[in-house]
């Protein structure tokens, strides 16, 4: 089968992959499944791994299929696998997980001891079929588009378990701020919209991005480049402040809302990344707010994710590519040039 590889890390990524033929991966253990991939979302990650930023924290080893946001068919099953059979169509959770290490009994599937991550750690989607196991294919209801929805296996699974953490402190009434209205940013704020009935109020520097986030619901923008967003957050709440931050982008710039715009006792979640916080523990304990981290997201809630897909309260504005055209996918998201998410269809 044709498969888009890493061979060396390098920060060229107009040459980064090369399309190889490599035998189709089989169900050797009891649990796995193969899956013939009709999408695979082609993430900021990506680029990442290409430029050898995992290399350490996930050991790999090259050459290696990247593509870490899989939708497809199920080609082949191992003998213990029950959840789904030969012609499914499922969605790929992320991560194959064991079921028994102390962080699955917790139902927190990021935190397997034993975690295998197609894409970082093994051969991931970019291919015409993936090895993965039954723990991690989430089967999806019949209509769903398999391309439109690949990029939900890790953008919206991450988007949403951010939100959902947000939504459970918003009451109606209260404020939440949505920081970056880019791929994950317009998922999370569509789940916002349909999780809770807090007064949201969506932050990016580009226009078109904030008549997006209009569009998709927002009650109130703001373009950080034009306008002071302390400022106009103290007048649209009356100086009490919002109580939830959403912050898709993570650099010094957004990090540094928390002190300015929460509310007491309110939380900055961190879902992008690349900048550092950087506030005295006076301004934590005075404000008694929180940063929150987010690592993806559990099985459960990517079921979630989907049942908002299917009662299309979330839609996701994808673009297609074929395999052969993933170099120039690669050097497009890093000149910031793709429209909505890209999704390779093998
Ligand atoms: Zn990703
Ligand atoms: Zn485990």
């Known amino acids: 089968m044709r498969a888009a590889r890493l061979h060396e890390y390098t ?7 090369s399309i190889d033929d490599v035998d189709r991966p089989e169900a050797t253990e009891g649990d796995h499944v193969v899956v013939e991939i009709e999408g695979a979302g082609w993430c900021q990650t990506d680029n990442h791994v290409i430029e050898g930023m995992w290399e350490e924290q996930m050991n790999q080893s090259l050459p290696m299929t ?38 699955c009994r917790r139902g927190q599937d990021m935190h397997c001891e034993n975690l295998v991550f197609p894409g970082l750690s093994t051969d991931g989607g970019f291919a015409e079929y993936l ?22 296996a890790d953008a919206g699974i991450t988007a949403y378990h951010a939100v959902k953490k947000a939504a459970r402190e918003l009451n ?11 791929g994950l940013g317009h998922i999370g704020l569509q789940a916002l919209r349909a999780m809770s009935a807090a007064e949201i109020t969506a932050v990016d520097v580009k226009d078109e991005a904030l008549k997006l986030a209009h569009d998709l619901g927002a009650h109130h923008t ?3 480049r034009d306008e002071d967003v302390a400022d106009e957050v103290d007048a649209l709440t009356d100086g009490s402040g919002v109580e939830q931050i959403l912050d898709f982008v ?20 961190v879902v992008g990344y690349g900048g550092h916080v950087h506030e005295p523990a006076q301004a934590l304990v ?6 929150r981290g987010t690592l993806v997201g559990t099985y459960p809630e990517l079921q979630e994710l989907v049942a908002l897909v299917a009662a299309g309260d979330v839609e996701l504005r994808t673009s ?27």
């Open 11 to 17: 920060d060229e990524m107009g040459d980064a992959l």
């Open 66 to 103: 990247l593509g870490h946001e899989n939708a497809g068919v199920v080609a082949e099953t191992g003998e213990d696998v029950t959840v789904v059979s030969e012609g499914d169509a499922v969605l790929c959770h992320p991560a194959m997980t064991c079921g028994v290490c102390r962080g």
């Open 131 to 152: 090895l993965t196991n039954e723990r991690a294919v989430v089967p999806l209801p019949d209509g769903v588009d398999l391309t439109e929805i690949a990029p939900h």
């Open 172 to 182: 109606p009434g209260e404020h939440a701020v949505v920081v970056g209205v880019g």
């Open 222 to 224: 703001l373009n950080s």
């Open 250 to 269: 993570g650099a010094d710039e957004t990090l540094d809302y928390a002190p300015n715009l929460l509310a007491a006792g309110g939380d900055h979640h």
């Open 286 to 291: 005075n404000g008694d707010f929180d940063y």
């Open 320 to 346: 297609r590519y074929e395999l052969d055209e993933i170099n120039d996918v690669a050097e497009e998201l890093e000149r910031g040039e793709i429209e909505g998410r890209a999704v390779i269809t093998p």
